[in-house]
């Protein structure tokens, strides 16, 4: 089963500043990597699939890199509405399986 | 415009099943895969499973296998997700989530 890590679990950072979310998984899972954002009290929204290409309706400020085991979601500019939680998650073909990593908290500094 | 509505919250007696229906509307309900992803309290979120609306079929994590259950009426456009033999840590908010949407949330509780 592929495990998905995610650092740091926190991020201070103030509006403004970019930041940079890690996602590492266990294996290669090749571009089948999607990140969502969670705010408190809200489902989550996808904002990346496949790695790099950005949902419907979001912001060009959010963008994914990344392949096989390494991953990377960067916010080039903090707006007040992104403090929140960002899950990145994995699908496998087989067995269809899709993880989800422990999530990596921005916090205003 | 593309939506999902869950059904209302729910308190259980552990040991006991729910079930948590999902309605689709604003797109073809059986060309997607319907998830269902839970979230304890303070917790992480937690992929279940998913069904494919068209033929019934289902893929459920290891976790879930032999508890759950996820079935679809293309009739009416809903899926359902029951869980069975329910514990107090199954406590938890359940979503349904299709293309980029998900539903609102439906907060099972399990408590004697």
């Known amino acids: 089963e592929i495990v998905l890590t995610q650092s740091p679990a926190t991020l201070s950072l103030s509006p403004g500043e970019r930041a940079t979310l890690s996602c590492r998984a266990s294996?290669?899972?090749?571009?089948?990597l999607a990140w969502y954002q969670q705010k408190p009290g809200q489902a989550p929204r996808l904002l990346i699939y496949?790695?790099?290409n950005r949902a419907t309706g979001i912001p060009a400020r959010f963008s994914g890199s990344g392949s096989g085991t390494d991953f990377t979601l960067t916010i080039s500019s903090l707006e007040p509405e992104d403090f929140a939680v960002y899950y990145c998650q994995q699908r496998s073909n087989w067995p269809p399986v899709f993880t989800f990593g422990p999530g990596t908290k921005v916090d205003i500094k | 415009q593309v939506q999902l509505v869950q059904s209302g919250a729910e308190v259980k007696k552990p040991g006991a099943s729910v079930k948590v229906s999902c309605k689709a509307s604003g797109y073809t309900f059986t060309g997607y895969y319907m998830h269902w992803v839970r979230q304890a309290p303070g917790q992480g979120l937690e992929w279940m499973g998913r069904?494919?609306?068209?033929?019934?079929?289902?893929n459920y994590a290891q976790k879930f296998q032999g508890r759950v259950t996820m079935t679809r009426d293309t009739s009416i456009s809903t899926a359902y997700m029951e869980l069975s033999r329910l514990r107090s840590d199954d406590t938890a908010v359940y979503y349904c989530?299709?293309?980029?949407?998900w539903g609102q949330g439906t907060l099972v509780t399990v408590s004697s």
């Open positions: 294996q290669s899972v090749s571009s089948y």
């Open positions: 989530a299709a293309q980029e949407t």
């Open positions: 496949d790695a790099s």
């Open positions: 069904i494919n609306p068209n033929s019934g079929g289902t």
